[in-house]
Nanobody
Framework: QVQLVESGGGLVQPGGSLRLSCAAS????????MGWYRQAPGKQRELVTL???????NYAGSVKGRFTISRDSAKRTVYLQMNSLKPEDTAVYYC???????????????WGQGTQVTVSS
């Protein structure tokens, strides 16, 4: 079994900051790319950012310069630091981890349960 546990969402005023965390646990052999997606009401889920094993990152244009993704491989955790938040950042944020389980071949995507981020005054 693999578990992804997210934390750090909440309500914040425009211009504020939040930090999301996503910790992976279970029968994990190796973790590859880690990322964050979000889904606003009535919209499709979209990629926010991702980080590779080597630390290369990719950001959606709408968050570039405001959000920062990082990972702690020893803790099997990915973080999302969100600064200068805007009302349009309001969404449920999901972590996504590509990994290989112990005793299995191939790597697959796993999803966190989602955490609500609301930006409002």
């Amino acid at each position: 079994q693999v578990q992804l546990v997210e934390s750090g969402g909440g309500l914040v005023q425009p211009g504020g900051s939040l930090r999301l965390s996503c910790a992976a646990s279970g029968s994990i052999f190796s973790i590859y790319t880690m990322g964050w997606y979000r889904q606003a009401p009535g919209k499709q889920r979209e990629l926010v950012t991702l980080i590779t094993v080597s630390g290369n990152t990719n950001y959606a244009g709408s968050v570039k310069g405001r959000f920062t993704i990082s990972r702690d491989s020893a803790k099997r955790t990915v973080y999302l630091q969100m600064n200068s938040l805007k009302p349009e950042d309001t969404a449920v944020y999901y972590c996504n981890v590509n990994l290989r389980r112990i005793g299995e071949y191939g790597n697959y995507d796993y999803w966190g349960q989602g955490t609500q981020v609301t930006v409002s005054s």
